[in-house]
């Protein structure tokens, strides 16, 4: 939501007037000075929506602020060129709608454009939530990351890096909504204080590694030498669902410079739609934006999430922390969710990201069953990844 400033005006005023935590009005305008603020400027306020209404007989400032539980200069601030003494009936003045409803409805499948949708959605109505275009997919998509906080740790969680695991993204964004709701009305999640995260944390996270594979299980093939190419992977085969790679045929979670060889040796030679480690590692642009990624933000920890087996791996070769058996214990407590130290599985993101770094990586994997998992297991998925997500920010 949008106002203008007024003679007197401050950012600590407004942050009583909209009961909204002054640092995220703050981070919400960040070009703004705020000891400097000028007359007819142009403040966010995140959390809000507007709407209009339509004077009727009868009607005052106090008398529809007061309905609203707004007070009666928040309508004044939102309607600078409405004189409160002459109101006319028809007349139609911006009434601030503070937003304690979800705009993202994880539950439903979760392509490109509807992430897109939700990116946007988000980022208007929080525009304390920082959006950075971190690559290009395949075919040319963003390849999108967004930072929530300001603390020097960073915790990053990324989703779909498999395109028929598309439900993780859902997952992620549905918290994020949640984790966001909680910020600026001032609530809990599952009775955790959430606000000291975010002067604590910055949450990293990537909601969708691999949009073109996505929309490909989803949608069906697109028009075009990708779509044909695909196809072909598919050997003619226009069920897609199975889909788990990117569109060029590459499994991108088998594509990190750790233990790569083990798995090209066993692993299909060509690009098929799942399970192909390319011909060399990192040699597609979703999986070099990820490792760019992290050497970029140096990650305190990294939570991967996919489908489907309701358990987390956490070590790789030894050379994981300690710190990430505590971690993941505490992961376990929250969700149900089986630790799993070691598997013969090599070349995925938490690996590499393990393997260089050495903090603590997990692979989460939601749900149980066969993927692409059945939406009506969402719901379950998503109260068991809460406790994971909320332990990610104070572990
Ligand atoms: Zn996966």
Redesign the pocket.
């Known amino acids: 939501m949008n106002i203008q400033v007024r003679s007197g005006d401050t950012l600590w005023y407004y942050s009583n007037l909209f009961n909204i935590p002054l640092q995220l009005i703050l981070d919400s305008n960040p070009q703004v000075d705020p000891s400097g603020l000028m007359i007819g400027q142009t403040i966010n306020i995140p959390g809000y929506q507007t709407t209009t209404y339509t004077i009727q007989q009868g009607d005052t400032f106090w008398k529809i602020a007061s309905q609203r539980r707004l007070s009666v200069d928040a309508l004044a601030l939102l309607n600078p060129n409405v004189n409160p003494r002459q109101l006319q009936i028809g007349q139609t003045i911006r009434i601030p709608v503070r937003v304690t409803y979800r705009v993202v409805d994880g539950n439903q499948p979760y392509d490109y454009q509807l992430l897109l949708r939700d990116l946007n959605d988000l980022t208007e109505i929080y525009p304390f939530v920082r959006a950075e275009t971190i690559g290009k997919s395949v075919m040319g998509k963003d390849l999108t990351e967004l930072q929530i906080g300001r603390g020097n740790k960073i915790v990053h969680w990324n989703g779909a890096?498999?395109a028929n695991?598309w439900i993780t993204t859902a997952v992620i964004m549905q918290f994020l909504n949640d984790y966001l709701l909680a910020l600026t009305n001032k609530e809990t999640i599952r009775g955790l204080d959430v606000s000291p995260y975010y002067d604590q944390v910055t949450v990293s996270i990537v909601p969708m590694v691999d949009p073109d594979g996505v929309d490909l299980s989803l949608n069906g093939p697109p028009q075009g030498r990708f779509g044909e190419e695909a196809l072909r992977f598919n050997n003619g085969n226009t069920d897609f669902s199975g889909w788990?790679a990117n569109i060029r045929g590459v499994d991108l979670?088998n594509q990190y410079p750790a233990k790569w060889d083990v798995e090209a040796a066993r692993k299909p030679k060509e690009p098929a739609p799942r399970d192909f480690p390319g011909y060399q590692p990192l040699t597609e642009p979703e999986a070099v934006a990820m490792a760019e990624l992290a050497g970029k933000r140096q990650f305190e920890k990294m939570l991967a999430f996919?489908?489907q087996g309701e358990v987390i791996y956490w070590g790789y070769e030894g050379l994981e922390p300690p710190r990430a058996f505590t971690i993941v214990q505490e992961f376990q407590r929250v969700s149900g969710y089986e630790p799993i130290r070691y598997v013969d599985s090599y070349a995925g993101y938490k690996d590499w990201f393990v393997k260089v770094y050495r903090r603590p990586g997990f692979t989460v994997e939601l749900g149980q069953g066969v993927n692409p998992l059945p939406l009506s297991q969402f719901d379950e998925i998503y109260q068991e990844t809460l406790g994971i997500f909320l332990a990610s920010l104070y572990m």
């Open positions: 890096f498999h695991e788990k979670n996919h489908t």
